[in-house]
């Protein structure tokens, strides 16, 4: 749970201000900023009020179907969804993956945020079938754009696997994260905080596979790169 929690964090929230911040003023930006602040001081009911008049300068300045109104949606599910609002967060990454997916074409980056979004709060609720499509298109789409040996295709094999460990396909799961793995450490260095992420899921697959020490020497380089950052 702490590795999707950790990827919620760092895939959900907050979808960066956009170029266009220009066409609403300086407002929009101040709005999405303070909502994010509040966010992490964990004041969720206030980042949920500044994030609703966020999403109403974005709609009234550029209209309903523009980007910045998908950012703005976005954000707020992002509040819905970390309270557990899963009723409230589903319409909205729905609405801003509709308007990405229009306005920026299917094989846009952003477009596979709001898929990867969508896929984790699916996941959330225990909901794999429907999560299972969007995390692997939400891959491709970055895969595509980055290409294959970037550190964004490393965390969505991650949020893939992490799917198929919570379902027990240890056998779908090892691959994705192995290959996520061997990205992080061509890509950051074998002593980033990343790869000790990435070894700390592969050694709790070993553990549930019954391979205790493969899992134990996993944990122990783990542990040695986070003592190192510290």
């Known amino acids: 749970m702490k590795t999707l929690i950790t990827a919620f ?10 170029a266009s911040v220009h066409a ?16 992490q001081k964990g004041q969720y009911g206030r980042a949920v009020m500044v994030a609703k008049k966020a999403l109403d300068v974005a709609d ?14 976005n954000n707020l599910a992002a509040l819905y969804q970390a309270q557990g609002q899963y009723a409230q967060a589903e319409p909205l990454f729905k609405r801003s993956l509709a308007i990405r997916e229009k ?3 299917p094989d846009h ?10 896929a984790f709060l699916y996941q959330g ?8 499509p969007l995390f692997k298109r939400s891959l491709a789409i970055i895969e595509k754009a980055v290409g294959p040996d970037h550190p964004n295709v490393a965390t969505s094999l991650n949020n893939l696997a992490l799917l198929y460990l ?6 779908q799961a090892e691959p994705l994260y192995k290959r996520s793995l061997a990205i992080k450490e061509k890509a950051l260095g074998p002593d980033h905080p990343n790869v000790a992420t990435s070894l700390e899921n592969m050694a709790d697959l070993y553990r549930k596979t019954g391979r205790e020490k493969t ?9 040695a790169i986070r003592a190192i950052r510290r």
């Not at 609403?24 to 966010?39: D, T």
């Not at 899992?215 to 542990?223: F, S, T």
């Open 24 to 39: 609403q003023g300086s407002q929009w930006e101040m709005l999405n900023n303070e909502a994010m602040s509040l966010y």
């Open 103 to 105: 306005t920026l074409g």
């Open 166 to 171: 919570a379902l027990d396909l240890y056998e």
């Open 9 to 18: 964090l760092s895939l959900v929230l907050f979808s960066g201000v956009t």
């Open 215 to 223: 899992a134990e020497a996993l944990a122990k380089r783990a542990a």
């Open 60 to 73: 009234k300045g550029v209209g309903p179907d523009h980007p910045d109104v998908a950012t703005s949606l």
């Open 109 to 118: 980056p952003d477009v596979a945020q709001s898929l990867n979004n969508l």
């Open 125 to 132: 609720q225990s909901q794999y079938p429907q999560a299972e």
